[in-house]
């Protein structure tokens, strides 16, 4: 398969933080990832989290690196265009695996996923790096990822527990904390997007964002995948991270590049994957 990236969106990525390729999964591969993400909905790992409040009409699962078990998420991100894609939209020689992560919002799910950045509360530094936000259902204007362009390129926000806003990562005023953009979204310029099943939106770590919850009678099943570039380091932490590498930091040493089993090359510049 011949993978086409526009120029345009090349620079959109790098411009805003995120940018959506269409179908950028063919048919096969969507039916593949539902059949994985079913498969870790019936039997979730040790690392998933309920998202959502007892009170909540629906139900938000989280999982994370399950790919190492699940068939189904080891072809795809093994056997497919992410991670060529995730290499040119970062502009790096190489495209390294950093995680999965499972996201399912069953229907009349109320929780909504707080505005934030990801990669605070990871064990990384570095500037080239993607996530994948890849639907398997229908995903509407008013239930999609929403982002606020060039975010990634400002400084580190203080990341937060989603469901009480506590400051369990870096210390309380050691960083700023996020604006309040749903105050006044005039105030910014907000980028989101319909998606259809094979479309996959793809957004730097740092670039904020938040999605609400979804309507009754909708389902939103999605899997993200995040990759590493040439530049990303290790970076431990004095706390857990999310998601957390027990061990990792007495096999790799902080400031190391992220050259360990548990983060596969999946593609490199001018190489076929594998």
């Not at 929780?111 to 398997?136: A, E, K, L, M």
């Not at 229908?138 to 990341?159: D, I, Q």
């Not at 400051?167 to 050691?174: L, M, Q, T």
């Not at 431990?236 to 400031?255: H, I, K, N, V």
Request: charged share 20%; aromatic share 10%; with cysteine.
């Amino acid at each position: 398969m011949t993978l086409s990236i526009a120029s345009s969106e090349i620079a959109a990525f790098q411009a805003d933080g995120a940018v959506v390729l269409r179908q950028l999964l063919t048919p096969p591969q969507v039916e593949l990832l539902k059949a994985g993400i079913d498969a870790n909905l019936s039997q979730p790992s040790q690392r998933a989290k309920v998202a959502s409040g007892k009170d909540d009409p629906g139900f938000f699962l989280e999982d994370f690196c399950c790919w190492r078990e699940n068939r189904c998420y080891r072809q795809l991100i093994f056997d497919s265009a992410l991670g060529e894609a995730g290499g040119r939209l970062m502009q790096s020689h190489i495209a390294r695996l950093y995680h999965d992560h499972m996201l399912t919002k069953e229907p009349g799910t109320r929780q909504r996923t707080p505005w934030h950045q990801d990669q605070p509360y990871y064990n990384i530094s570095g500037r080239q790096n993607v996530s994948f936000w890849i639907p398997v259902d229908p995903v509407s204007r008013e239930s999609t990822l929403e982002f606020v362009a060039g975010s990634h390129l400002g400084p580190w926000l203080m990341p937060r527990s989603f469901m009480d806003a506590q400051a369990k990562w870096f210390p309380e005023g050691s960083l700023a904390d996020l604006p309040d953009i749903d105050s006044d979204r005039s105030r910014f310029r907000i980028l989101g997007w319909a998606l259809e099943p094979g479309d996959a939106v793809c957004f730097h770590m740092l670039t904020l964002h938040a999605s609400s919850g979804v309507s009754p009678g909708t389902r939103r099943r999605v899997f993200s995948v995040r990759l590493l570039g040439d530049d990303i380091r290790h970076a431990p932490r004095r706390w857990p991270t999310s998601p957390d590498f027990p061990g990792l930091a007495a096999e790799l040493p902080a400031g190391a590049p992220m050259e360990h089993a548990l983060f596969p090359v999946l593609w490199r510049s001018g190489e076929r994957p594998g």
